[in-house]
């Protein structure tokens, strides 16, 4: 909803102070990224052209696209020189997922949603793309102490409790389509709302928040 490729049928939904309905929607989506899972690359392009997408939109220009693209892998740790002209079909889904964070980061938006982005890969990659999810909003965070950029929000959808604790400065749970808990990490442990969060918290693998999620 928050993109708009579902509208809501009551309430309002704000983004950046303004209600979303009210929004010119392509420019509204231009400016949230979006990864997905499986990552939702583009097959017939390269990675270069994957994550130059939207700044090509936007119509920035190519020495600024390039400058962002080499920028950005190198964020998300993969080469430039090796990794800008292969295919999707070329990577490991692991490689995919960060190319798909790179480009939903081209713009540099202020909101970023990721919706079930490492549900697809194995257990070994999993924990390093969350490492490396938390290791580039830190970045961002400490770029903003410095006046250098605005905090960032990052809205993660995911099942696994374990990986909802271990990314969230907040966590939102529900169940059967309504709310049932909204609190950090460390109230939801201490005091879970109802049977429901208290069964869900079973799961956790002894985890213990260090306060600076996302």
């Known amino acids: 909803m928050i993109n708009r490729l579902v509208d809501y049928d009551a309430g309002e939904v704000y ?25 939702g690359l583009f097959p017939h392009m390269t990675v270069f052209e994957n994550i130059a997408l939207v700044p090509k939109l936007l119509k920035w ?87 250098a950029a605005s905090r960032k929000t990052y809205l993660f959808v995911t099942h696994d409790i374990n990986e909802a604790l271990k990314l969230g400065t907040r966590t939102l749970v529900m169940h059967r ?13 201490r005091n879970p709302a109802n049977d429901f969060v208290r069964e869900l918290l079973k799961d956790t693998q002894g985890f213990i928040h260090g306060g600076d999620g996302i």
Request: hydrophobic share 45%; aromatic share 4%; no cysteine.
């Open 61 to 147: 220009d190519r020495v600024k696209i390039a400058d962002r693209v080499k920028e950005l892998l190198e964020l998300v740790n993969l080469d430039y020189a090796e990794f800008h002209k292969r295919h999707p079909a070329q990577l490991s889904g692991g490689q995919q997922q960060r190319v798909g964070l790179a480009r939903a980061l081209a713009v540099d938006p202020d909101i970023l949603l990721l919706d079930e982005p490492f549900g697809a890969i194995d257990a070994i990659n999993r924990v390093n793309l969350q490492n490396e999810i938390l290791r580039i909003h830190r970045l961002q965070k400490d770029a903003a102490v410095h006046g």
């Open 15 to 39: 983004v950046n102070g303004a209600e979303i309905k009210q929004a010119d929607v392509i420019r509204l989506r231009r400016g949230i990224g979006y990864v997905i899972q499986q990552s």
């Open 177 to 189: 389509g309504a709310v049932v808990q909204f609190d950090s990490p460390e109230q939801l442990l």
